[in-house]
Every structure is written in structure tokens, then in C-alpha cells.
């Protein structure tokens, strides 16, 4: 069974997790926010230290690493009974790095529609520094 999923890609900062955070109030849908599992891993487990070691670097996690921490997640909902798959469609946050990755996950899911959020890169770094500043409104379907 292939899971329904939309996307959500743009650049940090950008409003992915807002733009999910909003959707996943819908009881049709369940949010997975790749940064903050990234987050939430464990410094010393395998996944933990190699996902850390691509944001160290300043780098975007590769398809492969990417399939990875989604397995991870959708383990954990699973276990812990907070996703359906029959009646639940997935939101994935900033899981893809670019909007052309999501050709990688077209094997293992059922993508039916990317949310790309666009931003300019100076008001993406003071939201990302907590700057107050407006929010994004250019959003375009791919």
C-alpha cells in the first residue's frame, strides 16, 4: 500500500511548518515535520548522527537519508496508533530539500500534490533568527 501525501517544500524559514501545523487541525490529515524529528533524535543513535552531521555541514539530507527518518516516522505513528492509513493523508515538512526530490518518494508514496513556499532569503533569516516580520504569501502547486 502506497500512503497518501502531500508535500510541503521551500527554504528554512520559509513557513513549512506553519503551513502544516494548520493542515494537520483537519482530522483527514497527519502532520510529519522533519525538523522537528530531526530535533528530537538522539545525538548517539545512528540516524541522529548522521542527520546532524548534514545540517552541520550546511548540506541538504540525500533522498536515501530522507526515506530513512521517514521510515522512522511512520514506525512511530504507527506503533503509537496516531495515523491511519486508510482515512489519513500525510503532510510532510521540509523533508525533500528541493521540489525535485519528490520524483525520489514517487515509488514509496502517493504524492498527489507539492506545496512549494516561496520567500525572500532576508526575511527567511530574521524569521529564522525571531525577528518578527510578515509572513509569507507567495505559495505555488507544482
Do not use: W
Not at 487541525?25 to 541522529?48: C, H, I, N
Not at 493523508?89 to 504524492?111: H, L, P, Q, S, W
Request: charged share 25%; hydrophobic share 40%.
Amino acid at each position: 500500500m502506497k500512503y497518501k501525501m502531500k508535500a510541503i517544500v521551500g527554504l528554512p524559514g520559509s513557513g513549512k511548518s506553519t503551513v502544516g501545523n494548520l493542515l494537520r487541525q483537519l482530522p483527514e490529515f497527519v502532520l510529519m515535520d522533519f525538523g522537528k524529528t530531526v530535533r528530537s533524535l538522539s545525538a548517539s543513535s545512528y540516524l541522529g548522527k548522521t542527520l546532524k552531521n548534514y545540517i552541520m555541514n550546511g548540506e541538504s539530507f540525500p533522498p536515501e537519508e530522507n526515506l530513512k527518518l521517514l521510515n522512522y516516522i511512520l514506525c512511530k505513528y504507527e506503533q503509537d496508533k496516531a495515523f491511519d492509513p486508510r482515512n489519513q493523508t500525510i503532510i510532510t515538512c521540509g523533508n525533500f530539500g528541493k521540489a525535485e526530490n519528490v520524483d525520489v518518494f514517487k515509488n514509496y508514496f502517493n504524492i498527489n500534490q507539492v506545496f512549494v513556499l516561496e520567500i525572500d532569503e532576508n526575511i527567511a533569516r530574521k524569521r529564522l533568527a525571531n525577528v518578527h516580520v510578515q509572513r509569507p504569501s507567495a505559495v505555488s502547486l507544482i
